[in-house]
């Protein structure tokens, strides 16, 4: 940043906005965070579980951050409690590192209904991490995708006492996103793999998750991520039980806190 830039606003206590802030402030700029959780460590915290990342080493973190006089203000969401227009106004600079907080959609049929047991795989992380079982209802897991977020889902069930977990990917293990120390912990903790299969439809009776209709897949050419694309097989569709569905194939960034602000251009 520019020598001259005295007062920075940094929205987001995630990796991203606290590592931004602690530059700063070694700088000698004066740094206020605006974080929408009622603590720091955004994804890092409430995400990613603590039997992975304990608290304790992420709070010892922003204390040392606050020692260099950063301020960080909890609760405080910029778009509602305070517009990203204000903070340009009272600052010199506005640092924005809000992370991908939503979950992608999976594009198929019933997953928009709101059916109890359907529930997005952050928003399952961050009750169980704030120790609350999401659906105590439910004890039949069906957890979607194969990145790190999919492995915290289903390794996070255990732990508030689901029965039977399963981990539901439309490729092979070859081609799962996730770390392979992770993978191999959740094997050793018995989550049950559906490999080559995707999810087409939600099951639901009476407004309640009952299953997921799923299809085979197979392996095609590679795909623009380099890996084979997944083709569904004709006729071999199937019915999985379960009463609690957890989506996790992805995370997009909610832009909400732009609006008004047309001048500022996104990308993919």
């Known amino acids: ?26 700088k000698g700029h004066a740094v206020t965070i605006y974080e929408h959780q009622d603590e720091p460590g955004g994804m890092a915290a409430v995400g990613i579980p603590d039997y992975r990342l304990p608290r304790r080493i992420l709070h010892n973190e922003i204390e040392e951050i606050k020692k260099l006089g950063v301020t960080i203000l909890y609760n405080q969401t910029v778009g509602k409690d305070v ?7 009272e600052f010199d600079a506005v640092f924005i590192g809000i992370g991908a907080q939503q979950t992608s959609h999976m594009g198929i049929e019933g997953e928009d209904q709101g059916y109890d047991g359907f529930i997005p795989g952050l928003f399952y992380l961050h009750e169980i991490n704030a120790g609350r ?19 915290d889902c289903v390794r996070s069930s255990f732990r508030v006492n689901k029965q039977d977990v399963h981990l539901v990917y439309r490729r092979t293990r070859d081609e799962m996103p996730a770390d392979d120390v992770e993978i191999k912990d959740a094997e ?24 997921i209709e799923c299809v085979k897949m ?5 795909d623009d991520s380099q890996r084979p694309r997944p083709i569904p097989v004709e006729g071999s569709e199937f019915v999985f039980n379960c009463d609690c569905v957890i989506p996790a194939i992805g995370q997009k960034v909610d832009l909400s806190l732009l609006e008004g602000l047309e001048e500022v251009g996104t990308t993919k």
């Open 1 to 26: 940043p520019s020598e001259k830039i005295g007062m920075v606003a940094v929205i987001g206590a995630g990796p991203a906005g606290v590592t931004c802030a602690y530059h700063l402030a070694l």
């Open 83 to 89: 517009s990203l227009s204000e903070l340009e106004r």
């Open 133 to 151: 079982d999401p659906y105590p209802t439910g004890k039949n897991v069906a957890v979607i995708g194969g990145g790190n977020v999919a492995i």
């Open 188 to 211: 050793e903790e018995e989550v049950a793999f559906h490999f080559l299969t995707a999810p087409v439809r939600i099951l639901a009776e009476e407004g309640k998750v009952v299953g």
């Open 218 to 222: 197979e392996l095609g050419k590679p």
